[in-house]
């Protein structure tokens, strides 16, 4: 009996919904986050019958220009597989960066195609971006996505570290996953500036960042640990992406002292303590 337990077990783990093994489905049907975002589906999306079948189901043709309707109007992001939908799901339905106090100044560590740039660019007309991503397809479509707005953003093409230079970085076929730490089997080699140098370069033409949004994939923390003290109470708001297994709490103390520390699933906010 066991035995078939066992095996009935795998079965259930192993029996895919769109992209998602059963397990994946049954586990989500529980997450608060996914039915906060299945209304913003319906709500932000004026083709949501076909946005909801292409995420929950991995189905449809890339490339797709999908229709979001914005505080600022409606934006028409082009999306190249089906890993850009997740990403798309994450910040404009899941609302892994909500903010609700129109940023000004945001700096975005990791810009990928650009979707995470234009939550924030269209969240007031007055919002202004930083931009760091160091994988040129990911640049070329990012900059096609930003067409709109090539007024409020600035982009480097580097990546972000805890110090200067030249290092390996990993790449992957979606541009999606990609990362100094990661280990793909194909390999890039970028510039990185060290974060201290970045955002004291911000501030000196801004005094004050809004938002520092970082995903790096996997070297998140070594950027935050990184941060000068001195600067912290110019960063009101610091959003990074880790390993939900991963118990942030040890790893950052140095932040504790000015930031309270909100996790929302792999997301983790900091909102600056009203002391500084």
């Given amino acids: 009996m066991s035995c078939f337990l066992d ?51 991995g189905v449809g043709s890339y490339p797709y220009s999908i229709k979001i309707k914005t505080p600022t109007g409606t934006i028409n992001p082009l999306l190249h597989s089906y890993y850009d939908i997740l990403t798309v799901n994450e910040i404009f339905c899941r609302l892994d960066y909500k903010t609700d106090n129109k940023p000004k100044i945001v700096v975005d560590f990791g810009s990928n195609i650009g979707i995470s740039a234009l939550y924030f660019l269209t969240r007031s007309p007055n919002s202004k971006c930083y931009l760091f ?24 093409e580097v990546a972000v570290s805890n110090e200067n230079g030249v290092k390996r970085f990993g790449t992957e076929e979606h541009g999606r996953c990609g990362g ?32 520092l949004k970082i ?17 912290l109470p110019k960063i009101k708001t610091i959003f990074f992406e880790i390993d939900h297994t991963i118990k942030f709490e040890n790893n950052i103390k140095i932040l504790a002292d000015y930031y309270e520390q909100i996790r929302y699933g792999n997301t983790v906010k900091l909102i600056l303590r009203d002391t500084f």
Avoid: W
């Fill in 133 to 156: 991503e160091p994988v040129s397809e990911n640049i070329k479509k990012l900059k096609e996505n930003l067409s709109q707005f090539s007024d409020k953003y600035t982009l480097e």
């Fill in 7 to 57: 095996t009935f077990g795998d079965i259930m783990y192993y029996m895919n919904i769109g992209k998602r093994s059963l397990h994946q489905f049954l586990k989500a049907l529980v997450a608060r986050q996914h039915y906060i975002a299945f209304f913003n589906i319906i709500k932000n999306f004026p083709d949501f019958v076909d946005v909801f079948i292409r995420y929950f189901f």
């Fill in 215 to 231: 995903d790096t994939e996997g070297n998140e923390l070594d950027i935050i640990n990184s941060i000068e003290k001195r600067l």
């Fill in 180 to 211: 100094l730490l990661r280990e793909t089997g194909n390999y890039i080699n970028v510039k990185c500036v060290k974060v201290n140098d970045i955002l004291q370069d911000i501030l000196n033409k801004e005094k004050i960042i809004d938002i």
